[in-house]
């Protein structure tokens, strides 16, 4: 079975602050982008366009870095709000063809 693409919805508010902490925790780790797209298994036009997409990041991608900035939680990625991420049901059924499920997600990775 395929893996899903699933997207994860941010408000601009929340892409901007994604973006900035993103940026400083790359620079907190001595990291370059190219260095963090390897270390997360990414492309490094996937580093750049985190917080900058319309369309918000993957889960996946945001897994991704929060391992690779060597962070516990998505949550510590996002920032120090509290975060529930989820994904548009009826964007997801018409994008994959079949029913999905709703993801909400605050937990420990």
Same mark, same amino acid.
């Given at each position: 079975?395929?893996?899903?693409?699933? @997207?994860?919805?941010?408000?601009?508010?929340? *892409?901007?602050?994604?973006?900035? !902490?993103? $940026?400083?925790?790359?620079? !907190?780790?001595? #990291?370059?982008? !190219?260095?963090?797209?390897?270390?997360?298994?990414? &492309?490094? =036009?996937?580093?750049?366009? %985190?917080?900058? &997409? %319309?369309?918000?990041?993957? #889960? =996946?991608?945001?897994?991704?870095?929060? $391992?690779? #900035?060597?962070?516990? &939680? %998505?949550? @510590?990625?996002?920032?120090?709000?509290?975060?529930?991420?989820?994904?548009?049901?009826? @964007? #997801? @059924?018409?994008? %994959?063809?079949?029913?999905?499920?709703?993801?909400?997600? *605050?937990? !420990?990775?």
């Amino acid at each position: 079975m395929a893996a899903r693409r699933v @997207e994860v919805r941010l408000t601009a508010r929340q *892409n901007a602050r994604l973006r900035e !902490r993103v $940026k400083a925790l790359t620079k !907190r780790e001595g #990291l370059s982008e !190219r260095a963090l797209a390897d270390k997360a298994g990414l &492309s490094v =036009g996937a580093v750049r366009t %985190v917080g900058g &997409s %319309v369309a918000g990041p993957t #889960l =996946g991608t945001l897994l991704a870095l929060t $391992k690779a #900035l060597g962070l516990q &939680s %998505v949550d @510590e990625l996002l920032g120090p709000s509290a975060t529930t991420l989820l994904a548009n049901q009826d @964007e #997801l @059924e018409g994008a %994959v063809g079949e029913p999905t499920m709703t993801v909400v997600m *605050n937990s !420990r990775i």
